[in-house]
Structure formats: C-alpha cells, structure tokens
C-alpha cells in the first residue's frame, strides 16, 4: 500500500479513478448494453441529478412526470423549476392501474409543444405499479421528447432491456433487487445521445470523449470494496439465473393479489427455485452456506441455515429480500438460532422476521 502510485498494472486500492470497465461489461450483460454505455454511481439519485442538471434546459420548458416519484428522481427536477423557470408536469396515476392504454394516455394527454422531457419510473416504488417503459419512450420520441427512465425498483426485480425499452437515459440502484451492497448506482444514456448532457460531477476525466459514460464516473475516491461487492451480486443473480428469479417474484406477487394459500408442495413446483430432487436450489444452498434435512412426509423441509461471512454485513432491505428465496416453512427457528452471531443491527430485524414467517407457517 506504501508503494502504490495509481500506476498501470498495480492493485487498486480505491474506486473512483478507474474505468472498471470489466464490471461495467458484466453489469451491461444484464441491461443488453456494452460496458462503456454504463457508468458505475453511488445510487439512482445521482443519475436523477446527472439528467435534471446536465440537460440544457430554458424558461418555459416541459417536463412531465408522474404524480407518485420517489423524492430522489424529483428534486433535482424542482431545483431546475426554481433555478431556471422551466415547468414540471405531473401525471395522475390512478389506483388500481391496471390499463396500459390509458397509463399512455394520460401521458399523451399532457404533451404540448413545449414538452422536452417525459421522465418516469419503470416501477413506482410506493405502489410496485410496472409503467409500459416501452411504449411511453416511443411515444416520447413521436414528439421529439427524451424519455428518461428511473430504474431504481427495476434493476433484479423484472427484466430490463435497454435496446428493447429504447429509452434515452435509465439510472437504477443495484443495492436493491440485486442485493449489491448500499453504495451501488448505475446510469445509462443512449450514445446518440450523450452530448446532450453535461458532466456536472467533474474531477480528472469530466471531459473524456473516448470512454462512453466514463466521465460520469468523476466522484472522487470511493470505497472499492462497494464494487466487489457489486461483482459478487451479480455473479450470485447470474447464477441462480435472472428468468428464474423474475419468475419467483412474480408468483410471489400474483400469490398474494390473488389470496391464495398455496400448499407447500405447490409453491415449490411453481416458484422455479427447487431443482426435481426437491432440496433447496443449489445456488441458494451455496450462498447461505444452507441445506437441507428431510425425514417423514408428515414433516417439511427445513433449510438448516449456518452464519455466514456475507449475511451479517447485509443491508436489511437486501436481507429481507434473501430471504425471500428462501422456503418460509421451518425458518422461524434458525434465524433465532444464527441470530447471535449477527451484529446488533441485523440481530434486530431477523427476530422480527422469524415472527412474520411464523405467521406464514400457520397459513400454510
């Protein structure tokens, strides 16, 4: 550490002044962009303020939003009204929304010649409501609007295709969904258009031309243990598969809107996350340090889970979800069990979701 001199070839013992492009290759993967369309951030909030303040922008100027946005995809874009007089619009989004024609209509109903930014979020974060990103971008570009994407609930919880959804910026927040440690952001901007944005987080290379979205990377230094665990997160996503998580969730969802108390032997069979054998997924087993002890038919499968390097530095959201993948049934015990060898903070929430899978075990 003495002798490092940020030189080529050496280890880098800090985030912030390299392209890390391997990682943004890997994170690209996931979205079907290259690398270096993708810049690495702290969180959606910074690409929020990256496109609220490095577009160019003058009194007068529309832009339309939804009526339910999470307070980081807005404030920047309140900061512009108040600064430089340009008008916010915001689309009332209705309960239940259900109706994909009129989510587009509403929209469409709100344009005018003015209009140059419809910005909106791929999944509200209050109501997990999924807008059709798709058609609202074509109808963005119909009127020579930019359609800007918040991703923040997105990104590990449904998929996202970048080319496919057309859109010209989407900034997400891997801490969520893909259980990356806090501290994880991604911003994206399509390459036609990039000159449209200014850098408005500048150090060495705010001016860098040759690296994509690189010189939206300027944050100074960072903490680059955020990035490994950003690599690991999306080898773990990778490995269970994206299809078969995007499955699980979305029958967890239509579970619970439709009220049905599902057998145990159902859930499995349905959920994609148990192999044919019927012990735990393999993946699953691996990265709990977990398995699995069956005895009688008249008793349940219970994953017997062991503490772990990686669980009692989780963030609690991201745990919450981890266990999620999991069999509730039989739960309750072990996470009182490994909850000792758990800091106070996680200590704290695993008695709490023992109780709550208790109550799911009596359900079922």
């Not at 689309?91 to 930014?117: C, H, K, M, W, Y």
């Not at 991604?186 to 860098?208: G, N, P, V």
């Not at 009692?312 to 959201?317: D, E, G, R, S, V």
Request: charged share 25%; hydrophobic share 35%.
């Amino acid at each position: 550490m003495t002798r490092w001199d940020y030189s080529e070839n050496t280890p880098n013992w800090i985030s912030g002044y390299s392209p890390e492009l391997p990682l943004r290759d890997k994170l690209g993967k996931l979205v079907n962009v290259e690398g270096k369309d993708i810049a690495l951030t702290q969180n959606a909030t910074f690409g929020s303020n990256f496109v609220a303040n490095g577009l160019s922008l003058k009194s007068g100027d529309e832009v339309i939003l939804t009526d339910r946005e999470h307070p980081g995809a807005i404030c920047a874009w309140q900061e512009r009204a108040k600064k430089d007089r340009i008008v916010l619009k915001q689309v009332p989004i209705p309960t239940p929304a259900n109706d994909p024609d009129q989510l587009v209509e509403l929209f469409a109903g709100t344009i005018t010649s003015r209009t140059r930014v419809l910005a909106f979020p791929h999944i509200i974060s209050s109501t997990a409501v999924v807008l059709p990103a798709r058609r609202l971008t074509e109808l963005a570009h119909q009127h020579g609007c930019l359609a800007l994407v918040d991703g923040a609930q997105a990104l590990g919880q449904t998929p996202v295709d970048l080319q496919d959804i057309g859109c010209d910026a989407y900034f997400a927040s891997p801490h969520k969904w893909l259980l990356a440690p806090p501290g994880n952001g991604m911003f994206y901007i399509r390459r036609d258009q990039r000159e449209k944005f200014w850098t408005t987080l500048c150090s060495f290379a705010w001016d860098d031309q040759t690296d994509g979205m690189y010189r939206f990377m300027q944050y100074g230094t960072g903490n680059r243990s955020l990035l490994t665990g950003l690599d690991a997160a999306l080898d773990f996503h990778f490995r269970i598969g994206p299809g078969r998580i995007y499955k699980r969730m979305r029958f967890l969802a239509d579970r619970l809107r439709n009220g049905k108390d599902c057998r145990r032997q159902n859930l499995n069979r349905n959920c994609g996350l148990r192999n044919g054998s019927g012990s735990a997924h393999r993946e699953i087993r691996l990265a709990c340090g977990s398995h699995a002890r069956f005895t009688t038919a008249k008793r349940r499968s219970i994953p017997r889970l062991k503490s772990c390097a990686a669980l009692p530095h989780m963030h609690k959201p991201s745990l919450r979800r981890l266990l999620l993948l999991l069999p509730a049934s039989g739960i309750r015990h072990q996470l009182r069990k490994i909850a000792p060898t758990f800091p106070s903070a996680s200590a704290t929430v695993l008695p709490s979701l023992a109780d709550r899978m208790t109550v799911l075990e009596r359900k079922s």
